[in-house]
């Protein structure tokens, strides 16, 4: 009798857990996929469709690293651009210019999403809440 | 008997193959005229094609080019300005393509002229052309007055004007100063075209005539 009661109990914490594993998958893939979109209209054209950049006009966005190190910073370059700003990305030097995007914050979120997670990059899903953080922080 | 009937299918569709490659000429675009004139007391009518009229500007070295500087050469020309936000990355990033596939052939030139002069002076152009990896003298970034710029723009089919407006097509013009071809310069597949129909006006027995 215990042990068939511990057997359910056992079914529906694995449920529950799949279930929020995949809550996390959707929230993930839909942001993935808006994302890609939002790259495709307005990123594309100077960083490539893979991220590539442009010889040493456009940086590529293949550097895990910047990324990571300049995580709070990313949803501020989106909003506001970058204006001659010396940058080192993958050890060489960029020093152009990048327009300010007209983006919502929560098309902010979701291309970083995209970025973050193509590419080669592997750096998880970038929540809204994190961008109006970040927005409100940009010097 | 059956081996004799795939080596015939065989050596036919590899002669069909090359006749149309050695047949194959670009059409010749833009305005025509008849030009008929009266010699020796007989009547000739001859054709007369749109070309590329004259002029005159400065490249990212601060040399002078002129349509005499291109005489006997195949070139490829665009319109953009360097610090275009939209279409002209992609442009460049195809015409690359264009540029190392052709990097040591001899009289091919690729010819971008700015129509934003008065932000792209000689040394910006040269800071582009650098950061863009580009060296020697095989593509050049031209600057000139603007106004020139956009009629020269016309002549070359291309709509420039005034509020940094331009068409992204690349035209493909011959020896003797025609346009032989235009490609959308932001989409692969046409600038591939593009690059396939250079070569065949490379091998075009007309080009070679005329230096």
Not at chain 1, 98 to 123: D, H, R
Not at chain 2, 53 to 75: A, E
Request: include cysteine; hydrophobic fraction near 40%; glycine fraction near 6%.
């Amino acid at each position: 009798m215990k042990r068939p009661i511990s057997a359910v109990l056992l079914f529906i914490v694995s449920l529950l857990i799949a279930s929020c594993i995949n809550d996390q998958d959707i929230e993930f893939k839909r942001a993935y996929t808006a994302g890609a979109i939002v790259y495709q209209t307005h990123c594309q054209n100077c960083h490539g469709s893979n991220g590539e950049g442009l010889s040493a006009l456009m940086p590529p966005l293949t550097d895990s690293v910047y990324l990571k190190q300049n995580k709070t910073q990313l949803a501020c370059i989106l909003k506001y651009g970058l204006k001659g700003n010396l940058i080192i990305v993958h050890g060489k030097p960029y020093q152009n210019q990048m327009p300010a995007a007209e983006l919502a914050p929560i098309e902010i979120a979701q291309v970083l999403t995209y970025v973050k997670n193509s590419f080669g990059n592997k750096l998880g899903v970038v929540k809204v809440d994190e961008v109006n953080k970040d927005l409100s922080g940009c010097k | 008997m059956k081996n004799l009937f795939y080596a015939v299918i065989c050596v036919l569709s590899i002669s069909a193959c090359s006749n149309n490659a050695s047949q194959k000429v670009l059409p010749i675009l833009g305005n025509r005229e008849a030009d008929t004139k009266t010699v020796n007391g007989k009547t000739i009518t001859d054709t007369v094609y749109q070309t590329i009229p004259k002029f005159k500007f400065i490249n990212q070295y601060g040399d002078s080019v002129s349509n005499k500087t291109l005489d006997g050469n195949i070139y490829v020309a665009d319109f953009f300005f360097t610090t275009c936000p939209s279409i002209c990355p992609v442009m460049h990033r195809n015409m690359l393509n264009v540029y190392k596939e052709f990097k040591n052939a001899g009289n091919f030139k690729i010819v971008s002229y700015t129509i934003d002069p008065k932000h792209d002076s000689v040394a910006v152009l040269k800071k582009y052309a650098d950061n863009l990896g580009i060296t020697g003298k095989n593509w050049l970034f031209l600057q000139g007055q603007k106004e020139e710029t956009y009629k020269l723009a016309k002549s070359y089919m291309v709509e420039a004007r005034e509020g940094n407006v331009h068409d992204g097509y690349f035209i493909l013009i011959d020896k003797q100063k025609r346009i032989r071809g235009s490609y959308l310069g932001t989409d692969p597949a046409e600038v591939a075209k593009m690059i396939a129909d250079i070569k065949t006006l490379q091998a075009d027995p007309e080009q070679n005539i005329v230096q």
